[in-house]
């Protein structure tokens, strides 16, 4: 049983950072690498970061240089660093594999940027 545990949001004002982790249980197998998603309101989710089991990393255009993925193998954690938050970066975060497997997504954990 697979079971992902984001944890790390919160309330914080434009550009100040948060990290984010997602502890992961079970057995993943996933060549794809595990990726963090955003869903904010009246919109559509949509992956914001990955990396790769190889570590090659993706971000999508509006996080580059501002977002960090990175990895614990040891403890099987996924992490990511915000820093430069912006209020459109305001979401409920999520981790899961890329491709997402539906039945694993969790509650996620909430963002937001306000001053």
């Known amino acids: 049983q697979v079971q992902l545990k984001e944890s790390g949001g919160g309330l914080v004002q434009p550009g100040g950072s948060l990290k984010l982790s997602c502890a992961v249980s079970?057995?993943?197998?996933?060549?794809?690498?595990m990726g963090w998603y955003r869903q904010a309101p009246g919109k559509e989710r949509e992956l914001v970061a990955s990396?790769?089991?190889?570590?090659?990393?993706y971000y999508v255009d509006s996080v580059k240089g501002r977002f960090t993925i990175s990895r614990d193998n040891a403890d099987y954690t996924w992490y990511l660093q915000m820093n430069s938050l912006k209020p459109e970066d305001t979401a409920v975060y999520f981790c899961?594999?890329?491709?997402?497997?539906?039945?694993?997504w969790g509650q996620g954990t909430q963002v937001t940027v306000s001053s």
């Open positions: 899961n594999t890329r491709p997402p497997v539906p039945k694993w």
């Open positions: 079970g057995n993943i197998l996933s060549s794809g690498g």
């Open positions: 990396i790769g089991s190889g570590g090659s990393t």
